[in-house]
């Protein structure tokens, strides 16, 4: 049980440190009533429109997959230790541990984390099409962590934290994450603690309106990180709501929407003068998360 213990100290830990900021209360959502079908001069309902960001819909397991459930093999927790392993259909309910390089994570429920890092190191993987987190409470630990890793069109919910970056080579695309909090939490929907070069967060949802105890939904501060793009995403919520800071080599904000007063503070605390700071807009969504105006340009600050 030792070995368990020390897993979950390390996520505990990467939740709890770089320097966040103190939590916030509850910043209080700006949906807008949502639309339904309309009908045509024939007669025929007109299709609502899908949302140009990814929801709960459009990630997660696809409907109809069959799950396979998986026993915990070590230590109460479930741990791949083959490289080359791909996890496919499958239901975890515990923490998955990534011992092994070029695992994948597809069509498959996780219940608990996802983390590819062991004894000082962190093991590649990919994850796609599936659910990170309890379907009910509030973990603190982050959904997915720490380098090395792609995820892809991943529901994550029930984390104090959605995505730790915390090394190299990080790609993080068309996934939606709704965070939670614990008392004292800082949640974030990406935080970086000792990240290395070439992260890119791209098209995510990011909502962090009903947490509590709170930073950002995106929280990149980390002065090892270098070369990070943070684009077309679409996020609300936080106390500052976009936190770029510290960045060496490239640092690209580009065509994100913010969802407009849904910070606590303010949108944005970043250090604009080192960020290529293009195209952001503060925007008003209805609950299925479609963008209903676009209130203006989203300037940056800090």
């Known amino acids: 049980m030792a070995r368990r213990a020390s897993i979950l100290a390390f996520l505990l830990a990467v939740a709890m440190v770089a320097a966040c900021q103190p939590g916030a ?11 339904t ?3 045509t001069a024939s007669g025929t309902p007109t299709p609502e429109p899908r949302a140009e960001h990814p ?5 997660g397991v696809p409907p109809g997959t069959k799950l396979t459930r998986l026993r915990s093999n070590y230590e109460g927790i479930y741990r791949v230790d083959k490289p080359g392993t791909v996890l496919d259909g499958v239901h975890i309910t515990t923490d998955l541990l990534i011992v092994a390089d070029d695992v994948v994570i597809q069509n498959s429920r996780i219940d608990g984390g996802v983390l590819g890092y062991y004894d000082g190191r962190a ?8 659910i990170v987190g309890p379907p009910k409470g509030c973990l603190t ?5 720490s380098a090395r890793y792609t995820a892809e069109r991943v529901h994550v919910r029930g984390h104090g934290d959605g995505f730790n ?13 709704k965070l939670c909090s614990n008392p004292g939490d800082h949640s974030d929907g990406i935080q970086t603690y000792k990240t290395g070069k070439g992260l890119i967060f791209d098209h995510n949802t990011v909502d962090q309106r009903f947490a509590k105890d709170i930073t ?17 995403n679409l996020v609300m919520g936080g106390t500052y709501s976009i936190q770029v800071r510290n960045v060496k080599g490239t640092a690209i904000v580009r065509d994100n929407a913010l969802v407009d007063k849904s910070w606590v503070y303010g949108p944005v605390d970043t250090d604009c003068a080192n960020v290529v700071w ?9 609950d299925k998360y479609r963008i209903t105006s676009t209130v203006g340009p989203l300037e940056c600050e800090g």
């Open 165 to 177: 970056a915390s090394g190299d080579d990080i790609v993080i695309r068309d996934s939606y994450v």
């Open 123 to 130: 093991y590649s993987f990919t994850i796609r099409d599936s």
């Open 216 to 232: 950002a939904p995106i929280f990149i501060t980390d002065e090892q990180a270098e070369d990070v793009i943070v684009s077309r």
């Open 55 to 59: 929801t709960p819909e459009t990630t």
């Open 141 to 145: 630990a982050p959904g997915i962590g």
């Open 37 to 39: 079908a309309t009908a």
């Open 25 to 35: 209360g509850e910043a209080g959502p700006t949906a807008t009533p949502d639309g």
């Open 278 to 286: 293009e195209g952001n807009t503060l925007v008003t969504i209805d």
